[in-house]
T-cell receptor
Framework: DQQVKQNSPSLSVQEGRISILNCDYTNSMFDYFLWYKKYPAEGPTFLISISSIKDKNEDGRFTVFLNKSAKHLSLHIVPSQPGDSAVYFCAASPTGNQFYFGTGTSLTVIP | EAGVTQFPSHSVIEKGQTVTLRCDPISGHDNLYWYRRVMGKEIKFLLHFVKESKQDESGMPNNRFLAERTGGTYSTLKVQPAELEDSGVYFC?????????????FGPGTRLTVL
């Protein structure tokens, strides 16, 4: 049973606009969340994280929002750039070691 | 600093054969993880080593899968005998283990195809 869900398999956004990637989870024990970015033929690379004691974390063009009551996580990228085109995975953990990943959202930023 | 490396990058074998995947973590990282992604699905946790000890192997699918980490350095994941449903990309990740929450650094993966 999948505990982390990314219901949008793909997303296309115009360069310069905002990209919003969404993630839902079911396990209320999750207390640490991450976003990973993956290019073809490479492993996922860490992008940004948030712990359950916060509801927002920003790093440059990337912001992650956490809504614990809705068990919902989102990643905002603004402004979007063509180099942001990749598959984005949401991941969550109750312990900081075992992470549960979503199925990924493929983002295409159109120049 | 070298990243996580995995060998081979691709492996094509027939059902019933044996395959061994290797992972070299970042030097000094005590934690080593194996994950698998079946096409289009989520990246699924298989197991977690702390140094040479298996900390959590709850994600291992069945006893056809055997993971080892001799000496707490590199790790191998053996599949014997391989079945069609074992096809997928096997990722290895490592982390230093100094923080409560550890960012995991992933290797490029091994794409396994079982025919």
């Amino acid at each position: 049973d999948q505990q982390v869900k990314q219901n949008s398999p793909s997303l296309s956004v115009q360069e310069g606009r905002i990209s919003i990637l969404n993630c839902d989870y079911t396990n209320s024990m999750f207390d640490y969340f991450l976003w990973y970015k993956k290019y073809p033929a490479e492993g996922p690379t860490f992008l940004i994280s948030i712990s359950s004691i916060k509801d927002k974390n920003e790093d440059g063009r990337f912001t992650v929002f956490l809504n614990k009551s809705a068990k919902h996580l989102s990643l905002h990228i603004v402004p979007s750039q063509p180099g942001d085109s990749a598959v984005y995975f949401c991941a969550a953990s109750p312990t900081g070691n075992q992470f549960y990943f979503g199925t990924g959202t493929s983002l295409t930023v159109i120049p | 600093e070298a990243g996580v490396t995995q060998f081979p990058s691709h492996s094509v074998i027939e059902k019933g054969q044996t395959v061994t995947l290797r992972c070299d973590p970042i030097s000094g990282h005590d934690n080593l993880y194996w994950y698998r992604r079946v096409m289009g699905k989520e990246i699924k946790f298989l197991l977690h080593f702390v140094k040479e000890s298996k900390q959590d192997e709850s994600g291992m699918p069945n006893n056809r899968f055997l993971a080892e980490r001799t000496g707490g350095t590199y790790s191998t994941l053996k599949v014997q005998p391989a079945e069609l449903e074992d096809s997928g990309v096997y990722f290895c990740a490592s982390s230093p283990g100094r923080k409560v929450y550890n960012e995991q650094f992933f290797g490029p993966g091994t794409r396994l195809t079982v025919l």
